[in-house]
């Protein structure tokens, strides 16, 4: 390996924040040697927002814990067999989590985890990293260390594995999914040679990963603000069938992005998948979603229950039934189908922006208090009188809807 380069930096606001000169001091004042790496590193070199702040040291996990504990702040050993210990600092607040992790050297993987020794140097741990433009390590002072050209390609928007692509891959499968999401974020839509082809070579065993570690990157992909180019890759690397066949509507997921307020990762999902409902619940089963996302998946599939040419109170109805957030993610389904053009897309979002739900006026004791016994005739009577509303556009106050229950009793 190369010697490493060394750059200097401005320390950074975030770099200096209350909570990050703590865990900074607590450390070094038991003479430990720390340094940021990972993404804070990279965002803040592209001057992106900075989410986690990862810390890098020689010390051991026990060590770390020992200094954090002196300087009476909170330390969790959330990945202790890997070297991970999480700083929580509440003060000020609200609370900040660093996650610290000991240098190291892989002695086992499989492919889904690692057995580590900790008695890596800084070049080592470097080493074992997934992307060379997340092996790049700053110390609280500004100075840059540089071990494997992460600054490089950073600079030329290259996505690049350290040392061997095929190593890195075995080492973790999972990597395979975080390179097409990385190309994604930061790279340039063609991907690195090297790169591309040991993913295509792995392709056929990422069937051992987690179905949840599969969902997770996939809808961290899909959040991206233009994930197609990364997508496209996938496909053509034979990635894309391997994690979800269903994945064949590229064209609507296209036209999709192109008229979307927001990414939304679910909704770009439903566009890009080929199923009706019972497979959008099938698929969400088999990527372990949680009921909420499945059932919101399942009800962006087609037949899409909304009919775009309908007029103003039938556009109503739609609304009620649906919900406004339904609603919206159906229009612009429907968008990207063909099925409407743009001008006629940004009306119904208007109308789903503007929409209040009207709230019907009766209630289960309003018909007890007609003398109904409680029970199943109770729901079939309000369930009359709402079907009258809704057919009246409703208009019906509390007291048309009362005489109407009356009627109906």
């Not at 770390?64 to 700083?87: N, Q």
């Not at 080493?127 to 600079?155: K, Q, W």
């Not at 296209?254 to 008229?259: D, E, G, K």
């Not at 566009?271 to 088999?286: F, H, K, S």
Request: glycine share 6%; hydrophobic share 45%.
């Amino acid at each position: 390996m190369k010697k490493s380069e060394t750059r200097k930096i401005a320390p950074q606001p975030w770099m200096k924040a209350p909570q990050t000169r703590a865990v900074i001091d607590a450390l070094r004042s038991a003479g430990i040697e720390v340094r940021f790496v990972g993404g804070c590193v990279r965002d803040a070199l592209l001057n992106r927002p900075i989410a986690d702040i990862d810390i890098a040291t020689p010390a051991r996990p026990d060590e770390v814990i020992a200094a954090l504990e002196k300087a009476r702040i909170k330390a969790v050993p959330t990945g202790i067999e890997h070297g991970t210990i999480t700083a929580v600092v509440n003060d000020p607040e609200p609370a900040r989590h660093f996650e610290i992790t000991t240098l190291r050297r892989d002695v086992e993987t499989d492919g889904r985890r690692a057995r580590v020794a900790f008695d890596a140097d800084w070049s080592e741990d470097a080493a074992r990293r997934d992307f060379t433009i997340n092996a790049i390590y700053l110390e609280p002072g500004g100075t840059l260390h540089d071990p494997v050209g992460g600054l490089a390609d950073l600079e030329a928007h290259r996505v690049r594995f350290v040392g061997e692509s095929a190593r890195r891959i075995a080492e973790d499968l999972l990597r395979i999914l975080r390179y097409y999401r990385f190309e994604a974020r930061f790279g340039t839509g063609t991907g690195d040679p090297a790169a591309r082809a040991a993913c295509e070579a792995a392709a056929p065993r990422l069937s051992k990963l987690s179905a949840e570690r599969v969902a997770g990157e996939l809808l961290r992909l899909l959040a991206v603000p233009d994930p197609l180019p990364a997508l496209h890759m996938m496909a053509e690397d034979g990635v894309l069938a391997a994690i979800l066949s269903e994945a064949t509507r590229l064209d609507r997921l296209q036209r999709l992005i192109a008229f979307e307020p927001e990414p939304d990762p679910l909704r770009r999902l439903a566009a890009l998948i080929a199923v009706d409902p019972d497979g959008a619940a099938a698929l969400a089963e088999r990527l372990r979603l949680s009921n909420e996302q499945r059932d919101r998946l399942a009800g962006l599939t087609p037949p899409w229950p909304l009919d775009p040419a309908g007029d103003l109170r039938a556009q109503r109805h739609s609304l009620y039934r649906l919900g406004a957030e339904r609603y919206r993610d159906v229009a612009l389904l429907l968008a990207a189908q063909g099925t409407i053009d743009e001008p006629r897309l940004r009306e119904l979002l208007t109308l789903a922006a503007l929409w209040k739900s009207p709230r019907f006026p009766l209630k289960g004791r309003d018909v007890t208090a007609l003398g109904i016994q409680p029970g199943k005739r109770v729901g079939e009577l309000l369930a009359a009188v709402r079907q009258w509303w809704e057919e009246g556009d409703f208009t019906g106050d509390r007291t048309a809807c009362l005489k109407r229950l009356k009627e109906i009793i």
